[in-house]
């Protein structure tokens, strides 16, 4: 049986369980059944406010994690390569680290409002220092041979250095920060879009929460776990496979 025959079986077994219980334990005024979160997708796409609120989650998330993939790898270069940086902001950032980004919610509501901006700066915090200590012990981890002998090619110790060899040194631990800082943007940007204004998957939460709408929630939760399975599965796992093989990581 192959892995996606598998998964197939899996799924449709767990659906069954899940009318069941819903049927039988009498989950009615708690949880929704199969049929209600099937309905909910229908109203959703055909009355158009779930397209909206995926758009508008994706364009935010995307915004913030180009900017924490860019912020996080920077930081993490300068970490590596300077020792008094690493040893001071580095270990302010190891804190940082372990604060839920939604403890700087207050702070962006008071420095921006109800608004993307807010969002954006809830869910980039939530990405950065992630992917700054990945991209930090991907580079700390590079041979001194392999500097060496890029430094004896000609390649100095600037930006032919560090995109030319440190970034495809340091690539696999790149990479699972890249994917473990989109998980966590994604948590970050939910929390975030809870509260502000606007349209979005979190807000979306909010307001069939206020309602008690429980096909609705469900049908958000869903619909955030398949883009992030596609987004993993589809983008950034077949990336990684396609730049490992580029650079002989694998074969």
């Not at 995926?54 to 364009?59: E, K, N």
């Not at 012990?137 to 600037?158: D, E, F, V, Y």
């Not at 955030?224 to 496979?241: N, P, Q, V």
Request: proline letters at 2%.
């Amino acid at each position: 049986m192959n892995i996606a025959l598998r998964r197939t079986l899996f799924l449709f077994l767990l659906l069954i369980a899940w009318d069941l219980g819903y049927r039988y334990l009498h989950w009615g005024w708690k949880f929704p059944s199969p049929l209600q979160t099937y309905q909910a997708f229908v109203d959703g796409f055909t009355q158009g406010h779930l397209w909206g609120s995926i758009s508008a989650s994706l364009r935010r998330l995307l915004i913030s994690f180009v900017i924490s993939i860019a912020i996080g790898t920077t930081l993490g270069f300068l970490f590596a390569r300077f020792r008094f940086f690493d040893q001071t902001f580095g270990f302010l950032v190891v804190a940082l680290q372990t604060v839920p980004s939604i403890a700087w919610l207050p702070f962006a509501i008071i420095w921006f409002g109800l608004n993307d901006t807010a969002v954006i700066f809830i869910t980039t915090i939530g990405a950065t220092w992630t992917m700054s200590m990945a991209s930090r012990t991907g580079i700390m981890n590079i041979s001194t041979l392999h500097i060496r002998a890029a430094q004896m090619m000609g390649t100095g110790n600037g930006f032919r250095m560090f995109f030319q060899v440190m970034i495809p040194a340091a690539f696999p631990h790149l990479m699972t920060g890249i994917r473990v800082a989109w998980a966590f943007a994604w948590r970050a940007l939910v929390a975030g879009e809870l509260v502000a204004k606007g349209v979005g998957l979190g807000q979306m939460l909010q307001d069939s929460r206020d309602i008690g709408d429980t096909a609705s929630i469900l049908c958000v939760v869903i619909i955030i776990a398949i883009i992030g399975t596609i987004s993993d599965h589809l983008c950034f796992k077949r990336l990684e496979d396609k730049i490992m093989l580029r650079f002989g990581y694998i074969k």
